[in-house]
């Protein structure tokens, strides 16, 4: 282009999704996990009163989206990359006190997630 030449990737990030030249997707779910746990972070060094309610409502708000955005494109297919987006939902899970003690399912459950 015009004298210029065009360097080869291996990733490229379009819209908000990271592609491979692969097309495979642990990159965009890597890409997800970290801002996700990110974001969980933030909720948790922030916010001092720890209501459930609030807490849900922040997760659902500002973790899920992240997770849902062009999930129809990337779609996670193997095991490794479904059980590393699960995480974020066991960390988010660990952060009430009086569920820690609880399985995971039920912990989702009275959570309603």
Request: glycine share 14%.
């Given at each position: 282009?015009?004298?210029?030449t065009l360097q080869e990737t291996s990733l490229e990030k379009d819209l908000g999704a990271v592609i491979s030249?692969?097309?495979?997707?642990?990159s965009q779910c890597q890409y997800v996990y970290n801002k996700a746990i990110r974001i969980l972070r933030m909720i948790n060094r922030t916010i001092r009163h720890r209501?459930?309610?609030?807490?849900?409502?922040?997760?659902?708000?500002l973790v899920r989206p992240h997770w849902e955005y062009c999930v129809s494109a990337w779609s996670p297919h193997y095991l490794k990359d479904k059980e590393l987006l699960e995480q974020v939902q066991h960390r988010f899970t660990r952060?009430?006190?009086e569920l820690k003690q609880?399985?995971?399912?039920?912990r989702l459950k009275s959570l309603n997630l």
């Open positions: 282009m015009k004298g210029d030249d692969d097309g495979k997707t642990l209501e459930r309610g609030i807490i849900v409502r922040l997760y659902k708000s952060m009430f006190k609880r399985d995971y399912g039920e």
